[in-house]
Structures are given as structure tokens and as C-alpha cells.
């Protein structure tokens, strides 16, 4: 099924007419094995509701403070009020609903979703709904040194407890940039956000993705993030899934350009009776593209880690480099790791290699730091950090990885 | 094209060597499934009330159940009445020795390089040679019994010992667990049984060699293995098959009972027609095979993959007692037109209990081959390590090698590793042997034969020559 080019609200609308015939996901459904089925059934949708409610103050301390261009995102709508707007030279940054409105075929193909048809019922929810949201114009050979930040906020109500945003990023040839999107929500209500990110990558682009989700514990989060690559170009993806009752963080990057190199990371970190989803699926379309999947996992209490990889290798992507890796820790006897990680290849001269491990915090590093005079309960702490910061070095921007390890270290406290 | 490429090329395009057909002069049940059937093939075999309800339990069980289509399968749809569901060979007298076994039947064995007349002598082995459905001989009956052993067709098991056969069958492998169960338990045609008694240790490898030999007629295998405490056997399956133009459905179930400190090694060399180049008249492989391990108890599985056009089939290990073992050792390799889909599931359900996978997957032609396993650790299961190695090869640029393991872990104190890598005989690789001044063929022999080597030395010495011949048939030219 194809979504109509034309992006009008009643071609957008059409997708909702998919919905019978897609169904929910259910148990069988690979890609939503572990999901809270019921909870899923729950969530209202609709058109956005009760646009510039502004965001609570409670918020303040949970959204990395960055200087520069910046999108908030309240409940599905955007607030011109707390969002900064005025580009910079060689980037166009815009409230998706504007660019709707005047300029509807430069967001076309985050509405078409060409011939593999819509993923799945959220997709086409978001599709009909997501009408408001970020785009993110970067020119050809632009090198941006300010992180752009996309703020999105959940505030559900009783009436429509779930929103849908829509964000693109169009990076030019040669450009490069940085991209944050933090999702955050309050309230103790149940309720749901559903973001969907298309990102195009021109030839020899750059695009550093870093995705922070932490809504509060009694939400569902989905997050999908489609990605097309061309020649040269390079896309680094940093997500820390924290938030949500049940948090998923999907992305499916197409390599469609020769020598284009994918490098995701992630790192999932569950209390309480949490369910953290990560879906990731790297298509190898094009010869001599290389990728990188590593994902760390942290698993307290009762929650549980799903960690779904995929390295799909089509026919004639000959000279393939792919490397996936899955690595967790199960801190508590009633937290759970699902992990499935795949490898489908189609051609030959390729390299492809995955790993994954489950383990458990080791008694000798324990006992070594306890014998040099370091509270057990520090102990624990450091030999935790140790394995997670591996994933948070990573991130470029000083503001935001020390927002991570203030975040993570409060929890851990 | 290079000399590498054309090389496989050619050993992809090898025939089936063993592809002959041998005339017996058959009884078949007309073709279609129905309880009438389920009766008459419970009658035919004079089965005691219990196990006909037991089928037609299955039966009915069967008949509401949807067939999978999970697996990374391109499987044309069967007509399962098309089938015929019982064919025996002509009554004959009860044989005292070999040489009163069908000539027939004897000469077929010689084909398969299988000399039955001098097992006994050569290779202590002792053979429960199936034709169709039906066994037709037996040996090393005497020296097994000595032993205590019970080694025998699943048909005199019933007979013979029914309080044992009742008490295992379907205990590890329930009528309702699948699909392909379902239908192997309503209507499963002969088999083996094997029991152990309590601290004993099988003083011969246990063999038995299977063989589809009437056309349209589905073989519906039923082992089952049942080790007393302390105690050790080994057991080899091997199969190969005539060349046929239509499809035929093998759906054999496997169920395995290892005791308290008992040890059952299960070696198969499965090769089956596995079609032409176009993939037309190979046999569909849909096997359940599975094991319980109590306390101490280590179940081994080995399989050499080569033949079918179709398999499905994931030997399992339940790991229920403390302390219990759970090996599994594969290469499966996919040429022509064929499609494997198969792996492990490793069940860790007591405490400090251990599990090691190692699988290699080859891929050649048009061949597809998928790696599907599940690590599960269950809250119970404290101290679980894992180790899983899958690694694939893929010879050529039309074949697919998929690899999709699942590892569900519910238990902190679980260690669990997996790796995973796929590639390609490098011309490099092909080079720096011919610089060495081997031939082409060698070299290609040595690289395929030392990515396997792990598995193989997991084979007894016997099978582990049939195996690398196996390999060497299925990738004539060049290798071997």
C-alpha cells in the first residue's frame, strides 16, 4: 500500500482506512513480541489537541539546556513560543505543520511510505495524525557546529491520551550536523507518544542522531526513525532508552549508497517493572557499506531489555562490513533480557559478525573495590557506570552527556 | 569467471550419486488421512487399545492446528491427502539370520556403501535396518541383551515392552506440541526403541539407517530413547534416499530421556534427495527432535546437514535437572535449490546447568540456509552458561545465509555468549594454498573441511568418514 504523495490531510487521513486491515500488533508479531499488548490497545488517537499549553515547571530539570535552534513539541503541536526557530546560515528549520501548509512536497516521502507499504498500525497512526512536528533543512556543504534540539512533550489527557509528532531531517551533500531529540512527558496519567523521525542523508552528509527518551513510568513510548543513506555518507545514532513503562526505539537505516557507514548505539537502562524495546534493522542495499550496531543493556528490578537487531544483507551489496553487539546486565533474579540478534545475507564477499552476552555484575571487581575501602553500594555503582559508559563517551556534546550521567546517576543514587 | 567460481560452480551441480530405486514389492494404504486411516494403521501393527486412543488423541489434535509458517521457508503447499500414509513390505517369515534378508534389499545397503553382511565383524555396530515402515532385520541383538540393552523396532517395543513405551512416549514431545508432532504421532509408521538400563553403558554404537523407497509414501519415524540412571549410550541416525520426481514428507519425531548422571549422544548424516537443480522431487525434512536431561545428565546432539530440499528441524535440550548438559554440534549445508531452516533450542530450567552450540552453515548455488536457535533461561535456572558459535560460509553469489537466534534470559546469574560470523572463501585465502603449492581442489577441500572441523570431530570415527564424503558428494568436483 502507498501512501498518496500529496500529503493533504485527507490523503493522510487515508491511512487510518489501513487500520482494519493492519490490525494491532499482536504476540505473533516478531517485531512486537515483548510489547505490552493491552496497554497498546489503550492508547486514543487523534488530531492534536489544545496546542500551546506551555510545559510544566517540573519539566525544567529533565531537558538538557542547549543554546542554538530549537523545536518544542507540546502534545503533538509545535509552541513558537518556546521553540527558536531563526536558522542559521545554510540550515531551514521549521514547524513541520508550516511546511505542510506551504511547501507540501518537500515532506512528501516522510508520508509515502513507497512500496514496502506501511510497518504497522502506528505508523499509519502517526501518518493521519502526525501533522505537526520539525524540519530540519540543512543545505549543501554546511557544516554546523551548533546541535540542533528537537524538544518533544507528553501531557495526556483523559479525553486523547496519546499524541503523534513527525520530524525530518534533510541533511545536504557534504553537509554536517547534530541533531538532539529529547522526549519527556508529564503527569502520572497513562498515556502514550508516538514520534516518527525520516532522515535523508545525501551523498557524503553527516549526521550525528542522538535520541533521549525518558517520558515518565506510566507511559508507552514509540519512537521510529527511518533513515536513507546515499554515497559516502555517514550517520552516527546515540539513543538512551530510560523512560516509559514500555519505551521502544526503532530504527530501520537503508544503506542505499556506495561506501555509506551506519553506526548505532544505544544503551537501555530499566527499574521498576519497566520494558525497554530496542528494533534495529540495517539493510545493506549498496556495495562496500559498512555498519555498526552496538547496544548495551542495564536491567534492575523487575524490568525487562529486548534488544531485536537486524543486519540484512541484499543480493549484490558485495564488500559488506557488518558488526552488531549486544551486551547486558542483569543486576536483580527477576529483571529479563530478550535478545534476538539477526543476521540475513543474501550476498557473498561480505563480513558480517554479531555477538551478544548476558551477564551479571562480577564478584571479584566487587570484592577487589570493597577490599580497597569503597562502599558496597559505591562498588556497585562504579563497576554499572563503568559498563554503561562506554555508550555515553560517545556522545559528542558535553551538555548532553552530562545530562545522561546526572540522569543515570540519579536513579542510581 | 574465475577458477574458484567455476569450481563451485561445478561441485554445486554434482548429482545425487545415491539416486537409484529399488523395486519392492510394496502393501500401500490408498492416499488421504482420515481416522479410518489412524485405525487401520494402528490394526495393521496390532496395537494395543491405548496406543490407537493415543493416536487418534493426536489426530484430532492435529486436525485444528494450523501448519507453521514461521520457518525462512519457501515450501510448496502439501497435500496432505494426497499422501499415503502406510506401506510395508510383503509379509515374510521371521528371519533368524542375514542371509535371509532380501537380496533385494541387501544389494540396495551395498549401494548405499553400507555392507550389512560384514557390520558385524568390521564395525560392532549393530544395525535396525528400516526399508518403508516396517523393520525387516535386526542385529546384535544377542550381544545388546547380554547387556541388558533394549534395542529393537518401535513395533516390537509396543509388543514387547509396552509398560516402557507408555510410560515415555510423548513425555518429551507432547501430541500437541506442534504441527508436524501431531501428525508423526497420529500416524507415525516405525521406528526405533532404545532402553539403557540403570548403570549401564551400551557396549556398541547403536545405528540404524533409514530409507524412503516407495514413492508418495510419507515416512513417519518415531524414536524413542530412554537412559536409566548412570547410564551411556551413542547413537547414530543416517539416512539416504532414492531420486524421486514428487515431493515426499518425512515428519520423524525424536524424544530422548536421559536420567539421573545418564549420557546419550545422538549422531544423524541426513542426506536426502534434495531435488533437482530446479528443486523439484526433494524431500521435506520436518523433524522434532528433542531431549530431557535430569539431574547430571548430558544430551549430545550432532547432525551432519546435507541432503532434503527442505529441512526444519531444531534438536532440542531440556535442561530440567541441576548440573545438566546440553550440546549441540551442526553443519547443515544448502546447495541447489534447497532451503534449511534449523538450529537448537536449549531449555535451562535447573540450577549451574550448561549449554554449548556450535553451527556451521554452508551455502552453495541457490541454496538457503537459516540458523534459527533459542537460549532460554528460566528464572529457576541459577548459575546457566551458554556459549553459542554460528558461523556461516557462503559459496557463491545466489545462495543466503541467515542466522536468527533468540536468547531469552530471566535469571541474573546467567552467563550467556553468542557469536555470529558469515563469510565468503576468499580468493586470498585460495592464493596463499596454491602458493603453497596445493591444487585449487585441495584448497577448497582443506578451507570447507577445517570450517567444519569442530562439528566433526564431535562424530563417532565412523560417521565422521561418511561425513566428510557426504560433504564431498554434495560439492563435487573440488572438494574432498
Known sequence: MTIHPDPSSEARLGALDRIGEIGYPTKRDEAWRHAPHRALGELTFGPPVAPGIGVPAELDNQIPVLEGPRVVVVNGSVDASLSNLAGLDGLRLSSLAEVLAERPEQVAAHFEQGDSGIADVFVALNVAYGADGAVVQVADGVVLDVPIHIVDVGLPAAAQNATCTGVLIDIGVGSSATVIETRVGAGSEFG???????????????????????????????????????????????????????????????????????????????????????????????????????????????????????????????????????????????????TQPRLEILADEVACKHGATVGQLDETALYYLRSRGIAADEARRLLINGFADQAVDDVGIETVRAWIIHRLGHDHA | MSEATREIEELTEASYEFGFSTDLDTDVAPPGLDEEIVRLISAKKDEPEWLLEWRLKAFEAWQAMEEPDWAKLDIMPIDYQAISYWAAPKQKPVLDSMDDVDPEIRDMFDKLGIPLHEQKMLSNVAVDAIVDSVSVTTTFKATLAEAGVIFCSFSEAVQDYPELVREHLGSVVPVRDNYFAALNSAVFSDGSFCYIPKGVRCPMELSTYFRINSQNTGQFERTLIVAEDDSHVSYLEGCTAPQRDENQLHAAVVELVAKDRAEIKYSTVQNWYPGDENGVGGIYNFVTKRGRAHADAKISWTQVETGSAITWKYPSVILQGDRAVGEFYSVALSSKRQQADTGTKMIHIGKDTTSSIISKGISAGNGQNTYRGLVKVMRSAENARNYTQCDSLLLGKDCGAHTIPYIEVKNPGAQIEHEASTSTVGEDQLYYCRQRGMTEEDAMSMIVNGFCREVFNELPMEFAVEAQRLLSVSLEGSVG
Open chain 1, 192 to 338: 502514550g507518544s508516538n514520534i516518527r523521525t525520516t532522515i535523508a542523508l545525501a551523498d557524503d552528509s553527516t549526521l550525528e542522531h542522538v535520541l533521549l527518551q525518558d517520558v515518565p513510568s506510566v507511559q508507552v513510548h514509540l519512537s521510529r526513525v527511518d533513515v536513507t543513506q546515499r554515497a559516502g555518507s555517514v550517520f552516527k545514532a546515540r539513543s538512551f532508552n530510560l523512560g516509559a513503562a514500555y519505551g521502544r526505539i526503532a530504527y530501520n537505516v537503508q544503506l542505499a549508497g556506495t561506501g555509506a557507514h551506519a553506526d548505532l548505539s544505544g544503551l537501555f537502562f530499566g527499574f521498576g517493572d519497566q520494558t525497554l524495546d530496542q528494533q534495529v534493522n540495517v539493510v545493506h542495499a549498496a556495495a562496500g557499506c559498512t555498519s555498526r550496531q552496538t547496544y548495551r543493556g542495564v536491567l534492575d528490578e523487575e524490568s525487562t531489555g529486548v534488544f531485536n537487531g537486524g543486519i540484512d544483507v541484499r543480493p549484490g551489496a558485495d564488500g559488506t562490513d557488518a558488526v552488531q553487539s549486544n551486551d547486558n546486565l542483569l543486576l536483580s533474579d527477576r529483571a529479563a533480557i530478550n
